[in-house]
Structures are given as structure tokens and as C-alpha cells.
């Protein structure tokens, strides 16, 4: 600390000013996070699944650990989580993504490469964040599943109740 605050009042021009500097920082848009092979990469996470997901330049192919989306995923409901965020941003067929995910059942898989393309695209291109962003795409679903109790049957549920 080069130059200190001698009294309150210029403590109170620091911290001022460095609330300014944040203010002015936060407005300016971010650059693409792109590596060498044009590709833009982010981690989704959804209950117990995790998915890294690589997004480029394309025509709307999308791979799931080596395998068409089709494939994959067989339920369209599935498959329309994949598209919600591309279509939000309308930047379908636009993007090729390939994403690997391990962990939980497929529901939880299809959110987490969802969260992963979403945060992907705002990687790619830091303009689509507010779009994302306020229709839910980039924040995790925190909700997982409740650990069993023990004296319970479930998590919460009793053993059933006898009077005699």
C-alpha cells in the first residue's frame, strides 16, 4: 500500500473510487474465451452429472460421448433441452458441439449438457449472455437428490404407524 489513508474521510475517496473502477470494468463486454481450434469449451453440471461440452463453428451437429444426439438421447424431451439455449440465442445450426458426461441418469445427464452448451455460447460469444442468462440457461440447478435418514424409510418418510 503505497499510499495509505491517513483519516476517514480519505478512506472514504478509496473506496469511491474503487467502486467507480468496478462500476466501469463490469459494463465492457468480455473477449471469446476461443482456443487454437476454434472451439470454445465449459463444464455443465445437473444433480450428480457432469458434462464437458466444446462447441465450434458448424452445421448443428451435436455428439454425445461419441454418439448422435438421436442416439443418446431417445426421448425428444431430451433432445429439446439440447436446443433450448441454442434456440433462445437463434444460433441453431450454427454450432457444432461435442460433449462427453458421466455421472447420474439421463435427465440429469441432458441438463448438465445443457448448462454446458449454454455457458459454452457465452464463451464463444459474451454478447449471448444477458439473452441466456435471464432466461435461466447459465445458472446450475442446485437441487440434488436428499440423503436417507437413518430411524426413516426414506429421506423424510416414516415407517408406518400401528397403534396396537
Do not use: C
Request: glycine share 10%.
Amino acid at each position: 500500500m503505497a499510499d495509505e489513508a491517513r483519516s476517514l474521510e480519505d478512506l472514504k475517496d478509496v473506496i469511491t473510487d474503487a467502486g467507480n473502477d468496478a462500476v466501469e470494468t463490469s459494463a465492457t463486454p468480455t473477449e471469446p474465451q476461443i482456443d487454437e481450434h476454434g472451439r470454445a469449451y465449459a463444464t455443465g453440471k445437473r444433480k450428480n452429472a457432469v458434462a464437458r461440452v466444446w462447441i465450434k463453428r458448424g452445421n448443428g451437429k451435436i455428439t454425445i460421448n461419441g454418439r448422435d444426439q438421436e442416439q443418446y438421447f431417445a426421448r425428444p424431451v431430451l433432445r429439446m433441452l439440447l436446443q433450448q439455449p441454442l434456440e433462445t440465442a437463434e444460433r441453431v445450426n450454427e454450432f457444432d458441439i461435442v460433449a462427453t458426461v458421466k455421472g447420474g441418469g439421463l435427465s440429469g445427464q441432458a441438463g448438465a449438457v445443457r448448462h454446458g452448451i449454454s455457458k459454452a455460447l457465452t464463451y464463444f460469444e459474451p454478447g449471448l449472455r444477458p439473452v441466456l442468462k435471464a432466461n435461466g440457461f447459465i445458472t446450475r440447478d442446485s437441487r440434488v437428490v436428499e440423503r436417507k435418514k437413518y430411524g426413516k424409510a426414506k429421506a423424510r418418510r416414516s415407517f408406518q404407524f400401528s397403534k396396537r
